[in-house]
């Protein structure tokens, strides 16, 4: 994409929505979306923070990355190009989690995209327990502001 004679890039994420196939963006504003051959496409600036939802059958995963144009690790389905993952909730549980803690988020009025990749490193140790509280959470966004 051209603008102004300038190019920018942007993450591109394929939201599908169908009996037996659900891609959805829970998290995250959009620049824009265009529509793609299998359905729309959301297009994302770089450095923001997204949460994408999977639901396949009774299968259902979320992946919270961090949208990285240039220097992105991890290539998830659905999303291009490579992204930085920081969380990934495999299990309807931890996709339980991952929700309640990006609602709590935005309810708190958090930027979330200007968390660290330390808090998420943290925030995917909890959710990974069997232990989370959301007081760990409000000790992680304590630390941030040190």
């Known amino acids: 994409m051209k603008y102004s004679g300038e190019k920018r890039l942007k993450t591109a994420i394929q939201i599908i929505k169908e009996p037996d196939l659900l891609c959805d963006v829970l998290h995250g504003k959009r620049d824009s979306s265009v529509e793609g051959k299998k359905g729309e496409i959301r297009l994302y600036s770089d450095q923001k923070v997204i949460g994408y939802f999977i639901q396949n ?4 995963q979320m992946f919270l990355f961090r949208t990285n144009c240039k220097n992105g690790q991890q ?26 803690v990006l609602s709590f988020l935005e309810r708190s009025g958090v930027n979330i995209d200007s968390l660290s990749n330390l808090f998420f490193l943290r925030l995917n140790t909890v959710i990974c327990g069997r232990e989370f509280r959301i007081n760990q959470l409000k000790q992680f966004l304590s630390d941030e502001e040190v």
């Open 57 to 60: 059958g009774s299968k259902s």
């Open 75 to 100: 290539k998830i389905g659905g999303v291009y190009p490579n992204v930085d993952l920081l969380v990934e909730a495999k299990s309807r549980g931890k996709v339980t989690r991952l929700k309640e």
